[in-house]
Each structure stands twice: as structure tokens, then as C-alpha cells.
Nanobody, 129 residues
Framework: QAQVVESGGGVVQAGGSLRLSCTIG????????VGWFRQAPGKEREGVAC????????YYVDSVKDRFTLSRDNAKNTLYLQMTSLKPEDTAIYYC??????????????????????RGQGTQVTVSS
């Protein structure tokens, strides 16, 4: 089973920035999508952003659009999530996973990703006001 390691979380003040990393071991991601998800205390997990690895095409949910940016390192099988202008409502544990879908945004739908296996421990992001 492929290992998934999320890192880069921390505590920042509102308006600050963090860069999260998601490294997925195992086979090439060439035919996969990779997505970031988050779960805030007392709330359901939600999709945040994703990338179709082969094309580099990305998608962001409205709540993070223009604040979060995805990038990747093919050689390291790593997807980065650069988060800027952080808000207290961004506080959550952030997870990533690989999946296969018609488009990466499909995998951010909770009706779809409820069937995914999240193998990583996640990384905690806390934004103070």
C-alpha cells in the first residue's frame, strides 16, 4: 500500500501563510488525480483543491480560490498547497490522497470521496484571529 505523508502544518495568525506538502509513495502519479481535503473540529471532511497529475490541471473550491495554490514536484511525487491570506475558518486537519476520476474536481465531492482511503495522518493547520 502506498505511503502518504502530509506535512507543513502549524499555527499562524490570520493573514499568514503556510505551505503544505503531500508525498505519495508507490507507483507514478501519472494516471491519477491528487487532492487536498480538510476536516475542521466538529465538521465533515471537505475537498479543498486537486490536480490532475498528467496535465497539471488544477481546481480549487470557492472558499480557497485566489488564496491557495497547488504546485508539484514530479521527481518527488509531491504535491504542495501554498496557503496565503489564511483565515480562522481554514483551521483544520489537512489530508491528501490520490484517486482516479473523470476530472479531479469530481473527487472533491463528498458523495465521491467518502469511498476513498486516506492513508496519511494529516497535518494540523491552526489559524488564530
Amino acid at each position: 500500500q502506498a505511503q502518504v505523508v502530509e506535512s507543513g502544518g502549524g499555527v499562524v495568525q490570520a493573514g499568514g501563510s503556510l505551505r503544505l506538502s503531500c508525498t505519495i509513495g508507490g507507483s507514478s502519479l501519472e494516471h491519477s488525480e491528487v487532492g487536498w481535503f480538510r476536516q475542521a473540529p466538529g465538521k465533515e471532511r471537505e475537498g479543498v483543491a486537486c490536480m490532475t497529475w498528467s496535465s497539471g490541471s488544477v481546481y480549487y473550491v470557492d472558499s480557497v480560490k485566489d488564496r491557495f495554490t497547488l504546485s508539484r514536484d514530479n521527481a518527488k511525487n509531491t504535491l504542495y498547497l501554498q496557503m496565503t491570506s489564511l483565515k480562522p475558518e481554514d483551521t483544520a486537519i489537512y489530508y491528501c490522497t490520490r484517486y482516479v476520476a473523470d476530472s479531479c474536481r469530481v473527487g472533491l465531492d463528498p458523495r465521491i470521496f467518502k469511498y476513498y482511503t486516506f492513508r496519511g495522518q494529516g497535518t494540523q493547520v491552526t489559524v488564530s484571529s
